[in-house]
């Protein structure tokens, strides 16, 4: 398994960039979100890969940070979701916003991917909630999302709670978003979340 090559761009012609590493070019495909932001042709770059492996192919997808490499692996454990269909989505969203949007439930969001139908997201989202949970993301993935919801750190743990209690994961963050106190304890947001339903 290849997991990761460090080397220099040889060419880049979307999705597909060719880096070589010891005197190989690797032909790698990468999410639009990575090929942005790779340097021009002659710099130096390190991708993590993944190598996937079919009877007609071995194909290397490639991607700048390890949450995306992550995303990808997780989105291509979900039934009727390929490498391909899963570079569509990481190309059409970030790690951050696809990781809230699956959150969120959001699969309007989701639809709007090519080649992605309003069943096929809600089938990720079904199938990857509680697996996105189990992840660990990069601290700037985890405080981008918490600034964007305004989360208070105890909040998981208060979602956690709520959703045990039987509240869907939606509407637990819509009790949780609408409380405006952010220094709150994990107990005291729960009784102003059940407060507010």
């Known amino acids: 398994m290849i997991a ?8 880049k012609n979307p999705p597909e960039v060719v ?7 690797y032909a790698i495909l990468c999410p639009m979100s990575t090929y942005y932001q ?20 071995h194909t290397l997808f490639g991607f700048i940070s390890k949450d995306e490499k992550s995303l990808f692996r997780e989105l ?6 390929g490498p391909k269909v899963a570079l569509a989505i990481l ?22 991917t090519p080649g992605i139908g309003k ?8 199938e990857l909630q509680d697996r996105l ?16 919801n305004n989360i208070n750190p105890n909040a998981k743990k208060a979602l956690e709670a709520l959703q045990s209690l039987g509240f869907k994961s939606k509407e637990a963050s819509k009790m949780i978003s609408a409380i405006d106190d952010q220094t709150l304890s994990t107990e005291e947001l729960i009784r102003q979340a059940l407060k507010n339903k």
């Open 91 to 112: 190309s059409h969203l970030t790690v951050g916003s696809l990781v809230e949007c699956i959150g969120n439930e959001d699969a309007d969001l989701l639809a709007k």
């Open 76 to 81: 291509i454990r979900v039934n009727g979701v």
């Open 19 to 25: 880096v070589e590493v010891a005197g190989i070019g």
């Open 119 to 126: 069943k096929t997201a809600l089938k990720l989202i079904v």
């Open 38 to 57: 790779l340097a021009d042709t002659g710099s130096s770059v390190l991708l993590y890969t993944h190598l996937s492996i079919k009877e007609d192919a």
């Open 4 to 11: 990761q090559l460090n080397g220099q761009i040889l060419s």
């Open 133 to 148: 949970e189990k992840i660990e993301f990069s601290s700037a993935v985890m405080a981008s999302n918490m600034a964007q």
